[in-house]
């Protein structure tokens, strides 16, 4: 089954602890990127990809970092969380950017205390 | 820089009622437009795309046209369903300005009423 997978689902933190979201898709897709969901916001970009070893940032990419080493893979690393990084976090993917859909993940609900 | 403008919710229909749900984008160049619907506990997922001028997109009974005079793509359907409840989001690609970035919209939350 096509599909991207992010891991945890759920996770309780506490600030300073370094943590990992790891996102896979097994599409072959090309582009792949994090969004935080918001009340109010919407949608807003962390990070993306275009492919291997070529990342960028998004809109809100401040405390975040990302790596792209194998093309499946596409982690999120908080390296020193705050509470203000309490979110809803989709992981998503796209054969090529711009004119394919993404493909989102389930989501990951991360709580910084 | 990009943006997209959504109508804020939530917007309350009874079922068989008339949608429109209302997006306008501030991007240069020729973006690709999307709808993503994003129901209770899940992630997005694609209802319709337009990938240039006078497009229209369409799935099940929902439409949308790519307006570039009028910088919008809103989005219309003819008679709603309960099922139809849900969080909808805009959403702009390939904006000269926007480099490789996706832009969406706050989202506007919708409740079908039997």
């Known amino acids: 089954e096509a599909q991207v997978t992010q891991n945890p689902r759920y996770l309780i933190t506490v600030t300073g602890k370094k943590l990992t979201v790891t996102c896979s898709q097994n599409?072959?897709?090309?582009?792949m990127s994090w969004y935080r969901q918001d009340p109010g916001l919407g949608l807003r970009q962390i990070y993306y990809?275009?492919?291997?070893?070529?990342?960028d940032k998004g809109d809100v990419p401040e405390g975040y970092k990302v790596s792209r080493k194998e093309k499946r893979n596409f982690p999120l690393i908080l390296e020193s969380p705050s509470p203000n990084q309490t979110s809803l976090y989709f992981c998503?993917?796209?054969?090529?950017?711009?004119?394919?859909?993404?493909?989102f993940g389930p989501g990951t609900r991360l709580t910084v205390t | 820089g990009d943006s997209v403008t959504q109508m804020e919710g939530p917007v309350t229909l009874s079922e068989e009622a008339f949608l429109t749900i209302n997006c306008t984008y501030t991007?240069?160049?020729?973006?690709?437009l999307f709808w993503y619907v994003q129901y209770p506990g899940e992630g997005l997922q694609l209802l319709l795309k337009?990938?240039?001028?006078?497009d229209k997109g369409s799935n099940k009974g929902f439409e949308a046209t790519y307006r570039k005079e009028t910088t919008s793509f809103h989005l219309e359907k003819g008679s709603v369903q309960v099922s139809d409840s849900a969080v909808y989001f805009c959403?702009?690609?390939?904006?000269?300005?926007?480099?490789?970035?996706?832009?969406f919209g706050a989202g506007t939350r919708l409740f079908v009423k039997a």
């Open positions: 998503a993917s796209s054969l090529q950017f711009p004119s394919y859909e993404q493909y």
């Open positions: 599409m072959n897709h090309e582009y």
């Open positions: 990809s275009m492919n291997v070893e070529v990342t």
């Open positions: 991007a240069t160049g020729y973006p690709s």
């Open positions: 337009a990938t240039k001028a006078d």
């Open positions: 959403a702009l690609s390939g904006g000269v300005d926007g480099g490789f970035k996706t832009i």
